[in-house]
């Protein structure tokens, strides 16, 4: 009887999902490689559109690989992915679904569905379960949309199996996300104004705060480092398209209102 693993409900029946060798745990200890991860993304939902944004730190267990990473990508001209997990998989994802909505509108004319960018996404990762479940390519995205032909905001988030889930507000996930999670629900429940009310510099401070929260918690989130000129990947859409915001924006917005922590 199992109650509640999936992954061992799919051992047990003898998925073709799980029946190659698991190339992480039957490999002698001497030749096992950590894997590339990437850890923490976040999206919410403000005034006048949608912002996501990601630290900047790649880790191999307990290493640090890079510092400059970039976990937010443009997927089409109002759709971002962002990317928790394997970067080498999820940077594949991201080039597949920006050449398939590319072709989509050159061949068809317009431009994909939402639906149907939201479901290439989830076949993708449905795709990559063999992958995902031996532990060599996990993919958690968070994949955000604004749709112009009814002024509306998409925030989904995914599980590695490829199921898909439409948030209201705000979505988190990487290893960070646990605890600034609490922090956006606390904020959104009981602040004087919800997060959806705030202005886009607003917004873009708290993406930071919580980035810098996280960082404080879990090891495999890089945090912000002025003097070497690291700060967050931070996106917004909006009707005009989706815009990265500088880096003299970024440091602007950090030093007035983040390193001083009385603001």
């Known amino acids: 009887m199992i109650a509640g693993n999936f992954l061992d409900l799919l051992k047990q029946e003898h998925s073709p999902f799980v029946s190659a060798p698991n190339l992480?745990?039957?490999?002698?200890?001497?030749?096992?490689?950590?894997?590339?991860?990437?850890?923490?993304?976040?999206?919410?939902k403000y005034r006048e559109g949608l912002l996501i944004a990601g630290d900047r730190r790649a880790?191999?267990?307990?290493?640090?690989?890079?510092?400059?990473?970039?976990?937010?990508?443009?997927?089409d001209r109002h759709s971002v992915m962002a990317i928790a997990g394997s970067p080498a998989t999820a940077f594949e994802m991201a080039r597949v679904?920006?050449?398939?909505?590319?072709?989509?509108r050159r061949s068809q004319l317009?431009?994909?569905s939402l639906e149907g960018k939201v479901r290439a996404l989830s076949r993708l990762l449905k795709e990559n379960v063999p992958a995902a479940v031996q532990g060599i390519g996990t993919v958690v995205p968070i994949f955000v949309a604004y749709d112009p032909e009814n002024a509306q905001k998409h925030i989904y988030f995914y599980d590695m199996l490829g199921a898909e889930f439409e948030v209201v507000d705000f979505a988190t996930t990487g290893s960070g996300s646990p605890g600034i999670r609490g922090v956006l629900h606390f904020y959104n429940r009981w602040n004087s104004e919800?997060?959806?009310?705030?202005?886009?510099?607003?917004?873009?401070?708290?993406?930071?705060?919580?980035?810098?929260?996280?960082?404080?918690?879990?090891?495999?989130?890089?945090?912000?480092?002025?003097?070497?000129?690291?700060?967050?990947?931070?996106?917004?859409?909006?009707?005009?398209?989706?815009?990265?915001?500088?880096?003299?924006?970024l440091k602007s917005l950090y030093h007035e209102k983040v390193e001083n922590r009385h603001v």
């Open 24 to 44: 992480l745990h039957t490999a002698p200890a001497s030749t096992q490689t950590a894997l590339t991860s990437a850890t923490t993304i976040l999206a919410f």
């Open 59 to 75: 880790t191999a267990g307990n290493m640090v690989m890079f510092d400059r990473a970039d976990k937010v990508i443009d997927i």
């Open 97 to 104: 679904l920006s050449h398939s909505f590319q072709y989509y």
């Open 110 to 112: 317009q431009d994909l």
């Open 194 to 249: 919800p997060i959806s009310a705030l202005s886009q510099d607003d917004a873009v401070v708290l993406a930071m705060r919580l980035l810098e929260t996280a960082a404080e918690h879990d090891s495999a989130t890089g945090g912000i480092k002025t003097a070497a000129q690291v700060f967050p990947t931070v996106k917004t859409i909006t009707e005009e398209g989706v815009r990265s915001l500088s880096l003299a924006n």
